[in-house]
């Protein structure tokens, strides 16, 4: 299993992030549905997922996972700051629903996608940037004072129904839509079990926020991930022990978050409680289908 890992940091390429940082200036805000399993319908996967805009790039990611990081932070602080004895703190972590893994990172000019994924580490995935044949529609819905055109395509094995706002100029979308004359603020598939619903928009250019990929993410190619993947499924625990100590720095893990001065070895014990909710595991209608022939 380490061996894995050793021959990923040889073999794969690590050039340099050829793309530079851009600035977002607006903020669009998707309610994700998706019928991942057919035989239960009635309970599609769900999730808030927000897409970050900028003049020449844009990255998609899931917008319920930063809320429980933070909410999982400040309650890490709460038991911290309420424990009898601040040197033996026993910590209960809660886990939350599953949330989205990977950021899609679109630049347009440069027709490139980065997809990051965290396997234990953080992986960056370098593909062209899916070039979408759309049909442009004289059909027009309106989004509160945003105006916008309907498109259609066929794209990863589904047909799509977009709505995209040419008043806002950015040609991307959420997820790996992309390519119209305006940004996608809504697009559905054919059978309604792939959804991406407008949920808001708002103009965030003060915050200076960068659209960049981390800089210590490790650069692999696609086949890369799928093994690391199918090793992880074989022997999780093994997986897990492989990858530690790769001098990655640590990201997203709650105590990271506004905590960086407090003495971990103050913890006498972690009581983690998982997810209870109803979410099903069974994946057999993923959001990618391959070509009937």
Avoid at 5 to 32: E, H, R, T
Wanted: hydrophobic content about 35%; overall charge positive.
């Amino acid at each position: 299993m380490k061996n894995l890992f050793l021959i990923l940091i040889c073999c794969s390429a690590f050039s340099a992030f050829a793309q530079k940082p851009d600035v977002a200036v607006g903020k669009a805000v998707y309610d994700f549905t998706h019928v991942r399993d057919t035989l239960s319908r009635d309970k599609p996967y769900k999730e808030r997922l927000t897409l970050l805009v900028g003049r020449n790039a844009s990255v998609y990611k899931s917008l319920d996972k930063q809320l429980a990081q933070e909410k999982m932070a400040q309650d890490i602080k709460n038991q911290i700051k309420a424990a009898p004895n601040p040197n033996q703190v026993s910590l209960t972590i809660t886990g939350g629903p599953p949330t989205t893994g990977e950021e899609y990172y679109q630049y347009a000019k440069d027709k490139k996608l980065y997809i990051e994924e965290n396997v234990i580490n953080y992986y960056l995935v370098e593909q062209p940037l899916p070039a979408i044949k759309w049909t442009i529609k004289t059909d027009t819905l309106s989004f509160g004072a945003l105006h916008c055109q309907k498109a259609t395509t066929h794209f990863m094995g589904r047909d799509y129904t977009a709505w995209f706002c040419p008043d806002l100029p950015f040609q991307n979308g959420p997820w790996k839509l992309n390519g119209l004359p305006g940004l996608i603020l809504e697009a559905s598939d054919s059978k309604q079990e792939v959804i991406f619903k407008f949920a808001g928009f708002e103009d965030i250019s003060a915050t200076k926020q960068n659209i960049f990929p981390a800089a210590d993410d490790i650069r692999v190619k696609l086949e890369d991930i799928e093994r690391l993947k199918d090793a992880r499924k074989k022997d999780p625990g093994g997986f897990a022990r492989s990858m530690q100590g790769s001098g990655q720095a640590k990201r997203d893990n709650g105590m990271g978050m506004g905590m960086s001065d407090f003495d971990p070895s103050r913890i006498a014990s972690i009581n983690v409680k998982g997810y209870n909710g109803n979410v099903s595991k069974a994946i057999n209608n993923p959001i990618e289908l391959p070509e009937k022939k």
